[in-house]
């Protein structure tokens, strides 16, 4: 098995903060800068695994890198460079306090509702007879709230977010503006890849001068879900399981050995074989989302490398 990124903890030049989120490690400098390093910890229902994926941080930092660039002529990003695979170095915004999630197939939490009884998630109305898997008339917004270390997102409508000051109207036209656009791009970028983008969220983030731009990852498979375009329809039909791209193998094995983050609930031993196969389902993913072929960086001393290549940008 690779050696596998869990934790940093550097000192680096100029630092003011650090902090540690479910994946990412986040490092403030004094000069509004950010310096974002992608581990390879696993999140599933708000809990952080105890193993790591060897290179996932890798391949969710050069898949977020690559959607990032590929979006910025329509939607301002907080992106300034990615100077080792794990890294993203950019503009430290002031984020807000919700993530605009999009989706335009009921699955993952949209279907657990729905098939609960609900038929209204976040302030959005679903029609009757929906299946699982079926594509939405349009892409609806299901904001949540962005949940502090150690919570819970929690749904939350559009309604509510106004009501409670969390965003102004204003800024709130600019995020499903903006959450809009972005999807229908990544939309546009999946079929080209002969893949549809099932679900994502955002999060956004205000510039020290005051605009609003994107931040974190977006179209990654930690932030997406894609299902194969080839044979969707068919499936459809036949009420068969649909060929996905994401984290949901996880959630789903997670399901089938008794955990959903509930209190209580154990989390099941992730044996070295099932290690190496989300890994090898992490490079399938980079693999169609890009059309690129993964090209694995040295791992010996995972940690060393990334330290010398920021103080090496840092410097620059």
Same mark, same amino acid.
């Not at 807000?96 to 999009?102: D, H, Q």
């Not at 169609?288 to 010996?300: L, R």
């Given at each position: 098995? =690779?050696?596998?990124?869990?934790?940093?903890?550097?000192?680096?030049?100029?630092?003011?903060?650090?902090?540690?989120?479910?994946?990412?490690?986040?490092?403030?400098? /004094?000069?509004?800068?950010?310096?974002?390093?992608? +581990?390879?910890?696993?999140?599933?229902?708000?809990?952080?695994?105890?193993?790591?994926?060897?290179?996932?941080?890798?391949?969710?930092?050069?898949?977020?890198? @690559?959607?990032?660039?590929? +979006?910025?002529?329509?939607?301002?990003?907080?992106?300034?460079?990615?100077?080792?695979? *794990?890294? /993203? &170095?950019?503009?430290?915004?002031?984020?807000?306090?919700?993530?605009? #999630?999009?989706?335009?197939?009921?699955?993952? %939490?949209?279907?657990?509702?729905?098939?609960?009884?609900?038929?209204?998630?976040?302030? #959005?109305?679903?029609?009757? $007879?929906?299946?699982?898997?079926?594509?939405?008339?349009?892409? !609806?917004?299901?904001? +949540?709230?962005?949940?502090?270390?150690?919570? %819970?997102?929690?749904?939350?409508?559009?309604?509510?977010?106004? %009501?409670?000051?969390?965003? =102004?109207? +204003?800024?709130?036209?600019?995020?499903?503006?903006?959450?809009?656009?972005?999807?229908?791009?990544?939309?546009?970028?999946? %079929?080209?890849?002969?893949?549809?983008? #099932?679900?994502?969220?955002?999060?956004?983030?205000?510039?020290?001068? $005051?605009?609003?731009?994107?931040?974190?990852?977006?179209?990654?498979?930690?932030?997406?879900?894609?299902?194969?375009?080839?044979?969707?329809?068919?499936?459809?039909?036949? $009420?068969?399981?649909?060929?996905?791209? /994401?984290?949901?193998?996880?959630?789903?094995?997670? !399901?089938?050995?008794?955990?959903?983050?509930?209190?209580?609930?154990?989390?099941? @031993?992730?044996?070295?074989?099932?290690? *190496? /196969?989300?890994?090898?389902?992490?490079?399938?993913?980079?693999?169609?989302?890009?059309?690129?072929?993964?090209?694995?960086?040295? &791992?010996?001393?995972?940690?060393?490398?990334?330290?010398?290549?920021?103080? $090496?940008?840092?410097?620059?």
């Amino acid at each position: 098995m =690779s050696a596998t990124l869990l934790s940093t903890q550097f000192q680096l030049p100029n630092q003011v903060n650090y902090y540690k989120g479910k994946v990412r490690e986040v490092y403030t400098l /004094s000069d509004n800068k950010l310096v974002i390093v992608a +581990t390879d910890r696993l999140s599933a229902f708000d809990v952080v695994l105890p193993q790591g994926i060897p290179y996932k941080g890798q391949i969710l930092n050069e898949i977020a890198s @690559e959607m990032l660039k590929a +979006t910025e002529d329509i939607v301002p990003n907080w992106l300034e460079a990615t100077p080792d695979p *794990n890294v /993203s &170095v950019g503009v430290n915004c002031e984020p807000f306090k919700v993530e605009m #999630v999009v989706r335009n197939y009921l699955v993952g %939490h949209a279907a657990r509702e729905y098939f609960a009884g609900k038929r209204e998630l976040c302030g #959005v109305e679903f029609k009757e $007879g929906l299946k699982l898997n079926d594509k939405f008339d349009a892409p !609806m917004i299901t904001p +949540t709230t962005k949940a502090e270390q150690g919570e %819970h997102d929690q749904d939350i409508s559009k309604e509510e977010i106004l %009501h409670q000051g969390i965003v =102004s109207e +204003t800024d709130y036209a600019i995020l499903e503006d903006y959450a809009l656009k972005l999807f229908q791009r990544g939309t546009e970028l999946a %079929h080209e890849r002969g893949l549809l983008l #099932v679900d994502t969220k955002y999060e956004f983030g205000k510039t020290p001068d $005051g605009n609003i731009v994107v931040i974190d990852e977006i179209h990654t498979p930690d932030s997406s879900r894609y299902f194969y375009k080839e044979g969707y329809e068919e499936r459809q039909a036949k $009420g068969e399981k649909q060929k996905q791209l /994401s984290k949901e193998f996880v959630r789903e094995w997670l !399901m089938e050995n008794g955990f959903q983050g509930k209190e209580g609930q154990k989390i099941p @031993e992730l044996t070295p074989e099932v290690v *190496n /196969s989300i890994s090898e389902r992490y490079i399938e993913l980079y693999e169609k989302i890009t059309g690129k072929s993964f090209q694995k960086a040295d &791992v010996i001393s995972i940690k060393t490398r990334i330290l010398n290549n920021i103080n $090496g940008y840092l410097k620059a």
